[in-house]
């Protein structure tokens, strides 16, 4: 007779395994090289210069060219999945996304998320757990934050209701919530290098930006993508795993897509260091062509020489008409896929 | 006249061509960087974290992260192809690999192979090869070595047979066989970072893990990561090579996923030391969902602070029942893919 | 009302927006690490020793080993293409290309393009435009320069057409205009760590090489290679961009894999200094295997030690007869993909 040990596997957690205050520290920590940077640009049409090239980074103020802010993001986020959404129903929302230090080839990233809200559903067989999930460097400095929600399943049906414990979330951060990082400027702005003229100033509250460009999604693409991150959720690579056979693509993929793709309009729209909201509105598989549009939500200024700060609304789609989002029903359209409302810093 | 040059392109070798004690010295060395640990968990979902974080690998008693020993392997293998197995039949199997010093980034590595067997079988059309691999670094250390052994065509059926030469191998290596890497020291060791809570005295022989996650393979990832080792073996790449139209994955795709994969329930399991034997049971081609289980088959003791052995089996599978194995004719049942026999190293 | 912004987006430039001597500063600088050289092994069969071991590297003379001299043409190349052929209807040719630095692990490569011709087509809905482009360090000095030359459309059908510059270009570079590496030095080379014994000598004018392997191309593959060198054309990633729903692969991807495949025959042609032409005779899609031949165009001695040059003509294919190039029609034969014509160095 042998013995077998599911109890060794990673199950996930369920709905009644979260407690208000709970501190999860999540497992392995992540050393970062030019390696996860290539791979970046690899998979990514990425162009931002800051996240290009050393000398562009140095001129604008930096000691040499950081890895992208989103990279730095899905590392994290990659660590909090077998704790936070492995059983989990849909990923609900995001708030309150700070970018504190920019993360440098060398680093080594750990992850740790608080528990700071909970609300067990009506139909008492799921609920809403929120946690405030902290990226922190090998000098134990925080390099980000954000808080998440999602909703998971119960697995002990007849566990008890929690008392219900609503987190109030900033909307949106204001300007004067945002680090910029130390000894950034942008007085002496390569326009040329960056490519694109616009400024700051050339950008108007209201105005919306279609990215043009589109790319086909391949799904070899997607899981190297999620595996760089060591996001290993079964839904991103198995595909018996649902039922139509497809592969879920990691939410996170079509956020550093539309990204890089919004670089065709928004080339100067520099490093993010705000996410005020976001949601993943339709779930992406492979073969569909995800374009992007922008719309400029608010500007501000900021402390540090030459730098703006700007708000802008980055919308995912898939197919649909140009600039269209929501149906009168005031439920997303299917063909949107992602719309996401950060900060960027972007030269005066 | 145009003159061609058939001479010039390396048409592999064939049985007749190899004498026991021949030495063959393999081309192309190759210098690692952080590249090569990016793209191997861009590949892979491997989430050991002595691999992952320069940190956690100093506080097991280690200079930095090594490479994945896996990584090294796949790059000593992939520089003996083109000179052990372009022609074989059959990769048969592995016996007496040990990891003798952990490879880091700027480590450049070469591999040079003795014939130590050889036996023409008795169709006179084809012959089996044991080899003893080693891999090299630039001071000339060796920091791998195995015997692997693969059946090859004959090209001249004239040919003599040779004396048979059969070599005496371990089934298994004992623990004293197997080298421990200088300063290494799990009685610091972080369980939280690591992953998983389960020590080396929490592990039975005779215990079964299933390791629960899939992986369904695509084309385009195995090619990279058995492009990635430098092994160009034609069957892996050209669709016109096989009659069906399949590649076939190389079989260090498959150890690598199977790896991974038992990172759950595993996750302690840290440095792969001992490889006693291994069989490629049945070919894997892509759309195949690859999944992994593990038996516990020995465990010992080492003299390193806080550090136990482990003696594991490794089955990666497509389809078929959990812990399924061999049918009653003791062929494997062909949704079994690997059948892998190692020693690994856990915190105490 | 929204305002909508198309004027932020590029749109790429047409045949009337260009002038002789314009100076085209290409955005986007690119600091290179092991990154880049790893994802160029992962992506093509690439095994020349000298951009695989800093070792080999150093006994030839080099500090350390380079990125591939075609991922420093690519990275070059692909800075263009928002100025330049973005809105190409062919990419006629290469002319006088040279190598003039090798690029290491942390340069910073930007790119400008100086306008060297210009001619309406007699249809007066195109034309075609000649430039000069070079690739720059962060020391400012050149690395590598070329010639192409590129059929644009006229947005404006009523602009003037310009009076016809067409350039005097070399159709084959001399020995003396190829730039030697400082300090390279083949007098101590190692063959067999090199794969091959051929040396310079043992290459006659005329001789032809099959190189015999093939790789079937994945779509996942050529974009991943082309979106690493931040070459964003939409031909290349969107497969609603072309009617029958094909993404067109990148050129330099089958340059690439037809040099990395030409190791067979060729693995001591290893540094690439000179580009005499080049045409891409037909389109490559995905699902084509891409094979190579070469042809010894010429030979010449250099002033390095044990440095022997050689001039290769590198043919890449999808099906067809061996050798087979141009029809009764003097037109390339429909299964002909790549026409190099190129110089390499070899140790004597």
Partial sequence: MTK??????????????????????????????????????ALYPARHALY?????ARRSGLPKSPIDDLAAFHLVFGKT???????AVANLGYAEGR???PVYEGDTLRAESEVIGIKQNSNGKTGVVWVRTRGVNQRDETVLEYVRWVMLRKSDLDAPAPSPVIPELNKVLSVDQLVIPQGLDFSNYDFSQAGETHRWGDYAVGEKIDHV?????????????????????????????RPDGSRLIYGGHVISMARALSFNGLANAQMIVGLNGGAHANPCTSG??????????????????????????????????PFSIKGEDGKYLPHVLLDLDYWALMPL
């Avoid at 290009?52 to 562009?56: K, R, T």
């Avoid at 999945?81 to 059983?87: E, K, M, T």
């Avoid at 374009?291 to 200024?301: F, I, M, P, T, Y």
Wanted: charged fraction near 25%.
């Fill in 52 to 56: 290009s090239s050393d000398e562009f």
């Fill in 288 to 321: 569909m062509t995800v374009r992007a549009w922008s719309e400029v939500l608010d500007k501000a200024e900021t402390s540090a020489p030459g730098v703006g700060a700007i708000r802008l609304r980055l919308v995912a789609t898939a197919g649909g008409e």
């Fill in 4 to 41: 077998t040990s599911p109890a060794k596997t990673n199950s996930g957690r369920f709905f009644e395994d979260y407690n208000v205050s709970d501190v999860l520290r999540h497992a392995v920590p992540r050393t970062v090289s030019g390696g996860e940077r290539a791979l970046y640009h």
């Fill in 99 to 101: 970018w504190l230090l």
């Fill in 213 to 241: 460009d589109g790319v086909t999604i391949e799904e070899a693409e997607h899981m190297l993508a999620t595996r760089l991150w060591q996001n290993t959720a079964k839904v991103h690579f198995d595909t018996t795993a």
């Fill in 81 to 87: 999945v077998p704790d936070v959404s492995l059983n």
